[in-house]
């Protein structure tokens, strides 16, 4: 059985690659808007992390020791992986990672997508490790994007990172040890082709409108909702739309309003 989830990770980061294969060389070393990473220290980290799925796969034991390097680690996630890359940077970096997309897509597109997989966390199936790695990438494309000045141009296999944002409403609070005020917000979302998208109980008490693309920013934190096209109606929906997260970890704060936008337009 096929996971169409591998083809929509490959299709985000071949997008991004034709982004960044006509970049000017000296921009990867630039620091974006997200911590201060740079173009570099993106493309390491979705490489690195493509490289621990695919081991999710096919060398589970490789996985686990690398797993139990970065916890030795003492610059951490972040240090282990510039360490492991040891400078790998620029086109040559950008080639390796493109690379290893494809390869990641391969293994993952005949997976058993209920098979369960190690992880940093709790076991998580096929299905759901491809997904993680499509959102990654799509939200560290982000800061790409921004930094760059390219206005994104989104399409509909965002809705695997809508539905991600849907199913990790409990998990935005849960992650705080903090109990859900009340049932998930009714969502009305416009898609990329124009389509209209819908999750939750139909209510107007409790209601989030507007693009899916600005839902997509706000669940994996990459834009404040504030300066976002969304419509939120009701004291849940705007409690979850100030710290939702989709993504696995520690909690983590949402950038601070303005602090996240598309630098000057490039009209490339």
Known sequence: MAIPQADDFRAESQALFELLKTADARQFAEPTQFKSWTINTVLQHLH???????FQIVDEAELLNRMAGIGKHPGR?????ADHFNGLGGRTLLEAWHQGVQETADIFATADPKARLKWAGPDMSARSSITARLMETWAHG???YDHLGVIRRNKDRIQNIVVLGVNTFGWTYK??????PGPMPHLVLTAPSGAVWTYGEDSEIERIEGSAEAFC???TQTRNVADTDLRVTGPIA???MSKAQCFAGPPAEPP???TRQMREMNTL
């Open 175 to 180: 992650a705080r040890r903090q109990t859900p």
């Open 238 to 240: 705007r409690d979850w």
């Open 217 to 219: 920013q706000v669940v």
């Open 142 to 144: 982000q800061e790409v």
């Open 48 to 54: 690195f992390w493509n490289q621990m799925a695919r």
């Open 256 to 258: 601070a309003p303005g």
């Open 77 to 81: 996630m972040r240090g282990y992986e």
